[in-house]
């Protein structure tokens, strides 16, 4: 199966400021990467598809790059409500399989 | 809208079986397959497998194989989640989730239902 792994576990951030957020697979999945939110309590939400494609109603904020074995989400300037957990996920072959999370916290 | 509702929480002991179900509205029922992911507390998340609810076979993970099975029911449209043989391990909120695209099941994880807790207590 592949393994995502994704650095760093925790992000620290300011406010206002910059997060990248880098997500490695074992092995290429193409382009076939997904990028999801989760706050506490509640289901993931899907923010990138296809590695760098916005899903609906997500902020231009939010962009995500890469393909292959590298990729990574950048949210440009950090909003109170992205201080959370992100998941990358791969949907490239059977396993699905995601990365064991980001925490992206106020520095 | 569309969305996927899940049932309610559930409380079971070591050795029985659940069933979760995850009903789905506002879109062509057997047009899109539908996912299951759980995640332990402060885990994770984890893809057990998935269902084309227009027919064929499921497709589960490895770890999962003989203790799930998923099931759909077109007139309701819902789809059904049964995990045996259970075991502390197994307790966890599940998520049933659809994906993006029409038809095939290549395809990120569009809609989630609202999770359903299951615990797993003697």
């Known amino acids: 199966e592949i393994v995502m792994t994704q650095s760093p576990a925790t992000l620290s951030v300011s406010p206002g400021e910059r997060a990248t957020l880098s997500c490695r697979a074992s092995?290429?999945?193409?382009?076939?990467l997904a990028w999801y939110q989760q706050k506490p309590g509640q289901a993931p939400r899907l923010l990138i598809y296809g590695a760098s494609t916005r899903a609906t109603g997500i902020p231009a904020r939010f962009s995500g790059s890469g393909s292959g074995t590298e990729f990574t989400l950048t949210i440009s300037s950090l909003q109170s409500e992205d201080f959370v957990v992100y998941y990358c996920?791969?949907?490239?072959?059977?396993?699905?399989?995601f990365g064991q999370g980001t925490e992206v916290e106020i520095k | 809208q569309v969305q996927l509702v899940q049932s309610g929480a559930e409380v079971k002991k070591p050795g029985a079986s659940v069933k979760v179900s995850c009903k789905a509205s506002g879109y062509t029922f057997t047009n899109y397959c539908i996912h299951w992911v759980r995640q332990a507390p402060g885990q994770g998340l984890e893809w057990m497998g998935i269902?084309?609810?227009?027919?064929?076979?499921?497709i589960y993970a490895q770890k999962f194989q003989g203790r799930v099975t998923m099931t759909r029911d077109t007139s309701t449209t819902t789809v059904y989640m049964e995990l045996s043989s259970l075991r502390s391990e197994d307790t966890a909120v599940y998520y049933c989730?659809?994906?993006?695209?029409?038809?095939?099941?290549?395809?990120?994880?569009?809609?989630w239902g609202q999770g359903t807790m299951v615990t797993i207590s003697s």
């Open positions: 989730a659809r994906v993006d695209t029409p038809i095939i099941t290549l395809g990120a994880f569009d809609i």
């Open positions: 996920q791969q949907y490239n072959t059977w396993p699905r399989t």
């Open positions: 092995q290429s999945v193409s382009s076939n």
């Open positions: 269902i084309n609810p227009s027919g064929g076979a499921p």
